[in-house]
């Protein structure tokens, strides 16, 4: 059920919250990224940040780099707090990227091979299997490139 929120550009005081949601959850537990690494992503520079808030509490954000994958844009990473998943968020946050880059036609994402919850979601949401990098960040798994062609 999907819940009303609201998403905007991330302002300074929020990446410490993404940084620390994205750190202890996965997939970046076993992708190996630890808090200062989250730091590091999300003010790499060429990306945004996008916070969604309910009752004007964050409870999810997407990364998104506008020319991140061969000049398309590129979703770098969605995450969703613990106590506010299965309620929609991550469609709304993937929604919210598609609609930004709409006029752009391609939008790319990367997904690892043993979230498969996210695959799922991906799916759902008409994103396409393109291609693998296997053992890309971790070994025994494999990156998994994911297109949409936008409207």
């Not at 999300?42 to 969604?52: M, Y």
């Not at 006029?103 to 043993?114: A, C, D, I, M, P």
């Not at 949401?125 to 409207?151: A, M, N, Q, T, W």
Request: charged share 25%; net charge neutral; glycine share 8%.
């Amino acid at each position: 059920m999907e819940t009303s929120i609201r998403i905007a550009a991330a302002a300074p005081e929020d990446y410490e919250w993404c940084a620390r949601v994205m750190a202890s959850t996965e997939p970046w537990i076993t992708l190996g990224r630890d808090l200062a690494g989250c730091r590091e992503a999300l003010g790499r520079s060429g990306t945004e940040v996008f916070v969604a808030r309910e009752k004007d509490l964050p409870v999810g954000f997407i990364l998104l780099a506008p020319y991140g994958l061969a000049g398309s844009p590129y979703v770098a990473s969605i995450a969703v707090d613990a106590a506010a998943r299965g309620r929609g968020l991550g469609s709304q946050l993937l929604r919210f990227a598609e609609q930004r880059y709409a006029e752009r036609k391609h939008l790319f994402l990367l997904v690892s091979s043993f979230n498969e919850r996210a695959q799922q979601l991906y799916r759902r949401h008409g994103y396409e299997f393109v291609g693998e990098l296997k053992d890309y960040v971790v070994p025994g798994h494999s990156e998994l490139i994911f297109h949409k062609r936008l409207s």
